[in-house]
């Protein structure tokens, strides 16, 4: 395993740090996430938990700086929204209890690494 992933999994904190839009009323909630994280230009996955109708930001916390980011792949059971290039927001379906899939392509440039990464993030629905 090389150090540069070792050390961007440690330093991969998903709740960090928290984006609230100068116009929301109520403040959305990071994701819970547990993550397997790369370096810019690997891939890595991610597992969250939400509640049905509940929804929760996605900051991406690769070391360096976020350059680009699109959705790679849409849920099938939710909605996910790009807040800006290093935020987005998931929301689950209402009344629906299971699990989801959805991938986010980022790009950025880090202390070590630079590059284009797919983030596949596994929701479970509660």
């Keep these: 395993m090389k150090t540069g992933i070792v050390v961007a999994a440690l330093a991969f904190i998903f709740a960090a740090s928290s984006v609230t839009p100068a116009s929301s009323a109520q403040a959305v909630p990071d994701c819970s996430m547990s993550v397997t994280l790369a370096d810019w230009g690997?891939?890595?996955?991610?597992?969250?938990?939400?509640?049905?109708?509940?929804?929760?930001?996605?900051?991406?916390?690769?070391?360096?700086?976020?350059?680009?980011?699109?959705?790679?792949?849409?849920?099938?059971?939710?909605?996910?929204?790009?807040?800006?290039?290093?935020?987005?927001?998931?929301r689950a379906k209402a009344k629906y209890k299971g699990n989801d899939t959805f991938a986010i392509k980022a790009t950025g440039q880090g202390p070590k690494a630079s590059g284009t990464s797919v983030i596949t993030v596994h929701a479970t629905i509660k």
């Design 42 to 90: 690997e891939n890595s996955t991610g597992d969250i938990d939400v509640a049905s109708g509940e929804s929760c930001q996605i900051p991406i916390g690769i070391r360096g700086t976020v350059t680009d980011s699109s959705i790679s792949q849409k849920p099938a059971y939710g909605k996910l929204k790009k807040i800006n290039a290093s935020t987005f927001e998931y």
